[in-house]
């Protein structure tokens, strides 16, 4: 099968709006869960860079989802699902859980401070503060455990489809029914806990939603890993951008300054409608015009997992110590977070892939290689 470069194209740019998204959410003051706070509080300090927020949360992830469908596909069509499941568990459970304790407790270090617990932290023995950073070091990392869950749940649901009758039958999907597919990404986020208990696990659930993602995940695997899907998203880029614009115009002015994260936002219809109409605006766009690459794209399709895995560690820390430490001015803190995260970030990630094991614990890789 011929690579289709505008997945990757559009898997790395995403990749890369998601670190923007941490710089600006690290410093956001509309109530959204872990980042330091603000420059004073909402609506007397507007901070109308936090529409940055509002913008790409509602499609980024769920978008990243349902393009791992796609690939799962693709992979699937290459590899025995027993192959295919021992690479996704290398590249996803491995730095999920063991790089916790390698790198990911450094940022656990910088979540328990930005959450107000360093006196908490300074009374715990040694070893207590080392397992408590670990616990709060998942940040980002969320995505990859929850993604290695549904591939779990892919090798179970394709026992059902062994023949493919399903998959060959979502095939002829037409743009109407891809459209009205975004019902379903509606029906994903009601399942949300609207009023979670502070004393539950109902915030992890909402914060996981493997429920939600399950859905562009396995829209991206039966749908939308035909090319014929593909080839009608293509042609149809220009309305479907057009209206996913409206929509979200619409959603954001009227509802800026609330918290774009909390379930009862997410669940909107709006929200819903803007954020399904960008996941295929988008990929009929990069369809069309973006099916190409370079030394550049192709570095970065190489390098955007793992610069998504070390850039949490940069903001978390930069940001928590510009903010506690020094009188900067905001528009300072958001231009030096923003090139650190961008520079350094390549940099970590290039100085770890080389170091034996470390490579193996943080990004799953087996040994030095450009992959």
């Known amino acids: 099968m011929e690579r289709k470069h505008w997945i990757d194209n559009l898997r790395w740019v995403t990749v890369l709006l998601v670190l923007l998204y941490h710089v600006i959410y690290f410093y956001n003051n509309k109530g959204v869960f872990g980042g330091i706070g603000g420059f ?3 609506p007397q300090n507007p901070q109308y860079q936090d529409v940055v927020m509002y913008i790409v949360y509602p499609w980024f992830m769920p978008l990243l989802f349902l393009l791992a469908g796609v690939s799962a596909r ?28 390698v790198f990911h407790w450094m940022v656990g270090y910088f979540n328990t401070m930005v959450a107000g617990q360093g006196e908490m932290l300074a009374a715990v023995p040694g070893p207590g503060k080392y397992i408590m950073c670990v616990l709060s070091g998942t940040g980002p990392l969320w995505f990859i455990q929850v993604l290695w869950l549904l591939c779990l ?21 037409g743009i109407v029914v891809i459209v009205l597919l975004g019902v379903l990404f509606w029906v994903g986020e009601q399942t949300l806990v609207r009023n979670p208990r502070p004393e539950s696990a109902d915030g992890l659930w909402n ?6 993602y399950l859905v562009p995940f396995l829209l991206g695997y039966f749908v939308f890993s035909h090319d014929a899907v593909q080839d009608k998203v293509r042609k149809a880029w220009i309305p479907l951008t057009a209206c996913s614009v409206v929509a979200g115009v619409v959603l954001i002015v009227t509802t800026f300054g609330q918290d774009n994260t909390s379930p ?8 819903c409608l803007y954020g399904w109409l960008m996941c ?14 370079s030394r550049f794209a192709a570095y970065m399709t190489r390098s955007s997992y793992g610069l998504y895995i070390v850039h949490y560690l940069v903001v978390a820390s930069l940001g928590y110590m510009m903010k506690t430490y020094t009188q900067l001015p905001p528009v300072a803190m958001y231009l030096l977070l923003g090139v650190a995260v961008f520079t350094l970030s390549p940099l970590l990630y290039e100085i770890l892939r080389r170091i034996p094991f470390v490579r193996w614990c943080v990004f799953g890789i087996k040994k030095k290689s450009t992959k």
């Open 40 to 42: 004073g509080d909402y």
């Open 74 to 101: 693709y992979a699937l069509q290459r590899q025995s699902a027993k192959e295919w499941f021992g690479s996704r568990t290398r590249k996803l459970l491995v730095p999920g859980t063991i790089g916790l304790f």
């Open 153 to 173: 749940v892919l090798l179970l649901v394709r026992v059902l489809d062994r023949k493919n009758r399903f998959w060959n039958w979502c095939g002829k999907a």
């Open 207 to 212: 914060l996981y939603k493997p429920l939600f």
């Open 264 to 271: 009862q936002y997410l669940a909107s219809p709006l929200n």
């Open 280 to 293: 295929l605006g988008l990929m009929g766009w990069f369809h069309a015009k973006f099916d190409r690459t």
